[in-house]
């Protein structure tokens, strides 16, 4: 008897966690030159090699995570396939619909990062899906010039207007992208105003102007939407936010967001965010003065110093495997000398 009463209440907690653990799906939809493998970057980590792999900080509270891969990322793992890159309309739209409609019966957080989330914005401004209860957009931008703007901007061919104009031409020619299609600055007032959105940028992105996020967030204010918050980071790469030097200030802010509604959310994280949480709800006025403050100092350092550091980092990895391989041989020269004196 006693047996068997252990063993049902082993099957009602096992049952019980499994709601609390499945409850919410988070919906991922990557950026433009990923094929959806970051998505571990946002996860918990269990273990220090994780977490020295992918980052200690986390916004995902579970695994139960359905990654969007869209149509550039070909056969799955070849990013950037320039005729299937359109930066967030209808196909990229479509692709994420799809991936809606695969997640059986659960509510769901929806996050995208960059490109991601401009397709993420699109698609609820567009559906309005129900079962979507909370959209977290990373680095939007809300025309997608500016990202294509950004990426020329890593290497300064922006500063050459024959290379500039040359490159974007290739990119209209070539990839499915129209300029007369939608943009997220066109449809981002039809989002349900009862849907609680969070949009996180950084000073530092280099891609995605910070401006460009802060115009969405504008335009949403100014249509009544009272459940929209805007966190603008100092420190953050593109697409990187969360291993910046204020990558725990992010996390902090989101889980405070995830308390703010309900949502599944670690406290301690949430506790530490909130004062930041409540900073980030700036009034229209308060985001001109930032603007008219700011202008000056960015221009100065995102044309020098952002720039030469990004594309260090971008070498740097490319060199990684070089590196590597000489260090190798290396050692294993010293490794032979070492054997023939002893």
């Not at 061919?157 to 104009?165: G, V």
């Not at 129209?178 to 996180?200: A, F, M, S």
């Amino acid at each position: 008897m006693c047996k068997k009463l252990f063993l049902s209440l082993c099957l009602l907690l096992s049952f019980v966690s499994s709601v609390y653990v499945h409850a919410y799906t988070y919906l991922y939809s990557h950026g433009f030159g990923g094929i959806g493998l970051r998505y571990h970057w946002y996860k918990q980590k269990n273990n220090r090699f994780t977490k020295l792999l992918f980052g200690q900080h986390y916004i995902f509270c579970n695994d139960n995570i359905k990654v969007v891969k869209f149509n550039d990322a070909k056969f799955g793992f070849i990013p950037c396939y320039l005729p299937n890159s359109c930066l967030g309309q209808d196909a990229d739209i479509a692709v994420l619909s799809n991936g809606y409609d695969e997640v059986d019966d659960e509510d769901i957080i929806l996050f995208g990062v960059s490109r991601g989330a401009a397709t993420a914005s699109n698609f609820v401004a567009r559906h309005n899906p129900e079962r979507i209860k909370a959209l977290i957009l990373e680095s939007p931008f809300d025309y997608a010039e500016r990202g294509i703007d950004g990426f020329l901007n890593i290497f300064r061919l922006n500063r050459l207007p024959r290379s500039k104009n040359f490159c974007k031409s290739v990119f209209y020619r070539f990839s499915s992208y129209d300029q007369d299609g939608i943009h997220p600055r066109d449809i981002v007032e039809n989002i349900n105003p009862d849907l609680p959105v969070l949009l996180v940028c950084s000073k530092e992105d280099i891609v995605i102007p910070y401006q460009s996020t802060v115009n969405l967030y504008q335009q949403l204010i100014e249509t009544g939407h009272e459940h929209v918050y805007l966190l603008v980071l100092d420190r953050g790469w593109h697409a990187r936010l969360l291993w910046s030097a204020d990558g725990e200030r992010y996390q902090n802010v989101v889980h405070a967001f995830y308390r703010r509604y309900g949502l599944p959310h670690d406290a301690d994280f949430a506790e530490r965010g909130q004062a930041d949480f409540e900073r980030c709800r700036p009034s229209i006025q308060e985001l001109q003065e930032e603007k008219n403050v700011t202008h000056k100092e960015l221009k100065d350092t995102l044309e020098e110093v952002h720039v030469r550091e990004h594309r260090a980092n971008i070498l740097s990895k490319l060199s990684m495997p070089f590196k590597m391989v000489y260090a190798t041989i290396k050692n294993s020269i010293e490794y032979i000398k070492t054997k023939l004196r002893s």
